[in-house]
Every structure is written in structure tokens, then in C-alpha cells.
């Protein structure tokens, strides 16, 4: 069956540091990909998506690009700051019946200011 | 626009006791509904999903049972709580008509069984 695996966490990095969140699915077809983001205490955000190979999903300052070859979807960010703090979800949903998405782990991201 | 809505916030209860928890949709037309748990520092597993009034489909085997009375309106409930009920719970709708399906999720209910 279809699957999302990402990286572990926590990932803790200084402000202004690169980001990069890995994550790789298991699917047939061709999925829509997705990055959620949870902040505490809260329900989870759309962050950025890409429905088709080699669409680029952006949304403040994150980026995530659609690698059929790979079957990849890593989540980056140039300069993290403080208020990134959070869990990210990646996530895939397919078009026809996908009625459900299937979720990764989520990977804690903390940054120190 | 669309907004989701869950209540409580929060709620303690004891074991044995009963549930009721409680999402609707607003400004929008046959979402797809979807409850969720979040234990502490996991990830997110789907217990029910719906696509339609009176049409629910479980995806874990449990105390809890899910009903959706109106178009817009998703209900978990449970008759007895076990101390394995406490968690986070997650009220989630996606537009079926795009097919893309990315979800909309509620702020949560936390639940805590003592």
C-alpha cells in the first residue's frame, strides 16, 4: 500500500540556518504531495503542495519540490527562524477514490534563537 | 470562505464515562469528513472517514463510533471511555469535486481520561 517516510526528529537548528526535511513516499500512480505544519497546541496547517512530477510547492519562505525519479518531496527553507518551530507532516493523497491521505510520522523542528 | 469547527477545547472525563465530541464545516457542500487521534509526540492516525450524510467508514476497530447526521456535521462519540482514549482528537474536511484532496483541519479537542 501507499506510504510517506520522513526523516526523524527532533531537528534543532540555530536561526538563519538552512532547512531541509526529507521525506520519500511509497505510491502507485501519480499522488498529489503535501506538507502539513502542526504548531503547538493547535490542528494542522496546509503549508505547500504539487499535485504533478517536477512542480515546486512554495509558501512563506518553504519550498518543496515533486521528484518522480526519487519519489521525493523534501521540504527546505534558506533561513529558519524562531517562530518555524513546529511539527511537519508530509504527506500524499491520490485523485481517483483518494478519499483518504496518507500521512508520514511528522518531524519536530526546533530553532534556537 | 470555509472555516471548521470543533468543541471543547478541552474536556476530562473518567474512565467509563461517555463521549461526545462534536465538528461542523462551515461554507461548504458535501465535504469529505475525517476524524483523527494524535497521542502525545505521535503522529496522526485516522479512525473515520465520511463522504456522505449516514455514510461512515472506520478504520480502526474501537470503542468509538462516529455518525454524521447532517451534511456538515461530524459526531465521534463513545458509550464507555478507556484510559487509551486520551489523546488529541482532529476533525479534518476535504473538497471531494477537485481531486486533489488536500484537508482542512479543526484546532482539536483534548482529551484526557483520568
Known amino acids: 500500500g501507499d506510504s510517506v517516510t520522513q526523516m526523524e526528529g527532533p531537528v534543532t537548528l540555530s536561526e538563519e540556518a538552512f532547512l531541509t526535511i526529507n521525506c520519500t513516499y511509497t505510491?502507485?500512480?501519480?499522488?498529489?504531495l503535501f506538507w502539513y505544519v502542526q504548531y503547538p497546541g493547535e490542528g494542522l496547517q496546509l503549508l505547500l503542495k504539487a499535485t504533478k512530477a517536477d512542480d515546486k510547492g512554495s509558501n512563506k519562505g518553504f519550498e518543496a519540490t515533486y521528484r518522480k525519479e526519487t519519489t521525493s518531496f523534501h521540504l527546505e527553507k534558506g533561513s529558519v527562524q524562531v517562530s518555524d518551530s513546529a511539527v511537519y507532516f508530509c504527506a500524499l493523497s491520490h485523485g481517483t477514490g483518494g478519499f483518504k491521505t496518507i500521512f508520514g510520522a511528522g518531524t519536530r523542528l526546533f530553532v534556537k534563537a | 470562505s470555509q472555516t471548521i469547527h470543533q468543541w471543547p477545547a478541552t474536556l476530562v472525563q473518567p474512565v467509563g464515562s461517555p463521549l461526545s465530541l462534536e465538528c461542523t464545516v462551515e461554507g461548504t457542500s458535501n465535504p469529505n469528513l475525517y476524524w483523527y487521534r494524535q497521542a502525545a509526540g505521535r503522529g496522526l492516525q485516522l479512525l473515520f472517514y465520511s463522504v456522505g450524510i449516514g455514510q461512515i467508514s472506520s478504520e480502526v476497530p474501537q470503542n468509538l463510533s462516529a455518525s454524521r447526521p447532517q451534511d456538515r456535521q461530524f459526531i465521534l462519540s463513545s458509550k464507555k471511555l478507556l484510559l487509551s482514549d486520551s489523546g488529541f482528537y482532529l476533525c479534518?474536511?476535504?473538497?471531494?469535486?477537485?481531486?486533489?484532496?488536500?484537508?482542512?483541519f479543526g484546532p482539536g479537542t483534548r482529551l484526557t481520561v483520568t
Open positions: 505510491a502507485t500512480g501519480y499522488p498529489s
Open positions: 479534518a474536511w476535504s473538497d471531494p469535486t477537485g481531486g486533489i484532496y488536500e484537508q482542512y
